[in-house]
Protein backbone atom coordinates (compact mmCIF):
# COMPACT_ATOMS: atom_id res chain seq x y z
CA UNK A 1 0.00 0.00 0.00
CA UNK A 2 1.26 3.46 -0.88
CA UNK A 3 0.95 6.36 1.36
CA UNK A 4 1.30 10.05 0.02
CA UNK A 5 1.50 12.83 2.97
CA UNK A 6 1.21 16.32 2.11
CA UNK A 7 3.04 19.33 3.90
CA UNK A 8 3.88 22.87 3.10
CA UNK A 9 0.56 24.71 2.39
CA UNK A 10 -1.13 27.27 4.65
CA UNK A 11 -2.44 31.13 4.04
CA UNK A 12 0.10 33.75 1.68
CA UNK A 13 -0.49 36.90 0.91
CA UNK A 14 -0.62 37.56 -3.06
CA UNK A 15 2.70 37.78 -4.53
CA UNK A 16 4.20 35.69 -2.08
CA UNK A 17 5.76 31.87 -1.95
CA UNK A 18 4.78 28.77 -0.80
CA UNK A 19 7.12 25.46 -0.59
CA UNK A 20 4.58 22.36 -1.00
CA UNK A 21 6.21 18.48 0.38
CA UNK A 22 4.92 15.02 -0.53
CA UNK A 23 6.36 12.10 0.74
CA UNK A 24 5.51 9.12 -0.12
CA UNK A 25 5.96 5.47 1.58
CA UNK A 26 4.54 1.83 0.94
CA UNK A 27 5.33 -0.25 -1.59
CA UNK A 28 6.52 2.28 -4.66
CA UNK A 29 7.69 0.91 -8.44
CA UNK A 30 10.83 2.72 -9.37
CA UNK A 31 9.27 3.86 -12.43
CA UNK A 32 6.43 6.56 -11.60
CA UNK A 33 5.23 9.85 -12.17
CA UNK A 34 4.77 12.08 -9.06
CA UNK A 35 2.85 14.96 -9.64
CA UNK A 36 0.11 17.82 -7.84
CA UNK A 37 -3.31 18.68 -8.66
CA UNK A 38 -5.20 21.55 -6.95
CA UNK A 39 -8.86 21.97 -6.47
CA UNK A 40 -10.85 25.05 -5.83
CA UNK A 41 -14.70 25.54 -4.74
CA UNK A 42 -16.79 25.92 -7.99
CA UNK A 43 -14.05 25.31 -10.09
CA UNK A 44 -12.73 22.05 -11.88
CA UNK A 45 -9.76 19.91 -10.50
CA UNK A 46 -6.79 21.18 -12.51
CA UNK A 47 -3.35 19.55 -13.38
CA UNK A 48 -0.63 21.51 -11.67
CA UNK A 49 2.70 19.98 -12.80
CA UNK A 50 4.43 16.55 -12.89
CA UNK A 51 7.24 15.01 -13.19
CA UNK A 52 8.78 11.69 -13.86
CA UNK A 53 11.61 9.71 -12.33
CA UNK A 54 13.67 10.38 -14.42
CA UNK A 55 12.92 14.25 -14.12
CA UNK A 56 11.07 15.26 -17.14
CA UNK A 57 8.28 17.89 -15.88
CA UNK A 58 5.02 19.69 -17.24
CA UNK A 59 3.38 22.20 -16.14
CA UNK A 60 -0.12 23.79 -16.77
CA UNK A 61 -0.10 27.31 -18.52
CA UNK A 62 -1.34 28.80 -15.85
CA UNK A 63 1.52 28.09 -13.38
CA UNK A 64 4.38 28.20 -16.38
CA UNK A 65 7.27 30.40 -15.14
CA UNK A 66 6.04 31.03 -11.45
CA UNK A 67 6.00 26.99 -9.92
CA UNK A 68 8.72 24.74 -10.02
CA UNK A 69 8.16 20.72 -9.43
CA UNK A 70 11.30 18.57 -8.22
CA UNK A 71 11.91 15.68 -6.65
CA UNK A 72 14.10 13.37 -4.30
CA UNK A 73 14.04 9.68 -5.58
CA UNK A 74 16.15 8.86 -2.81
CA UNK A 75 13.60 9.70 -0.36
CA UNK A 76 10.21 9.52 -2.67
CA UNK A 77 9.33 12.96 -2.07
CA UNK A 78 8.22 15.77 -4.46
CA UNK A 79 8.18 19.53 -3.96
CA UNK A 80 6.50 22.23 -5.57
CA UNK A 81 7.44 25.73 -5.17
CA UNK A 82 5.00 28.51 -5.76
CA UNK A 83 6.49 31.88 -6.23
CA UNK A 84 4.63 34.78 -7.31
CA UNK A 85 1.21 33.26 -6.23
CA UNK A 86 -2.05 34.85 -6.95
CA UNK A 87 -5.64 34.72 -5.72
CA UNK A 88 -6.83 32.26 -8.34
CA UNK A 89 -3.84 29.47 -7.06
CA UNK A 90 -5.97 29.01 -3.78
CA UNK A 91 -7.18 25.47 -3.72
CA UNK A 92 -6.52 22.43 -1.77
CA UNK A 93 -3.63 21.04 -3.49
CA UNK A 94 -3.32 17.11 -3.53
CA UNK A 95 -0.28 15.05 -4.33
CA UNK A 96 -0.24 12.08 -6.59
CA UNK A 97 1.87 9.60 -7.50
CA UNK A 98 1.28 6.93 -10.59
CA UNK A 99 3.27 3.31 -10.82
CA UNK A 100 1.12 2.99 -13.14
CA UNK A 101 -1.89 2.85 -10.65
CA UNK A 102 -2.47 6.36 -9.53
CA UNK A 103 -2.26 7.27 -5.36
CA UNK A 104 -3.35 10.08 -4.12
CA UNK A 105 -2.59 12.74 -0.85
CA UNK A 106 -5.54 14.06 1.21
CA UNK A 107 -4.26 17.50 -0.06
CA UNK A 108 -2.98 20.27 1.56
CA UNK A 109 -4.91 23.86 1.84
CA UNK A 110 -3.24 26.83 0.11
CA UNK A 111 -4.68 30.30 0.82
CA UNK A 112 -3.41 33.66 -1.20
CA UNK A 113 -4.93 36.80 0.55
CA UNK A 114 -5.30 39.66 -2.08
Known amino acids: QVQLVESGGGLVQAGGSLRLSCAAS????????MGWYRQAPGKQGELVAT???????NYADSVKGRFTISRDNAKNTVYLQMNSLKPEDAAVYYC????????WGRGTQVTVSS
Open 26 to 33: GSIFSINT
Open 96 to 103: ALQDPVTH
Open 51 to 57: ITNDGST
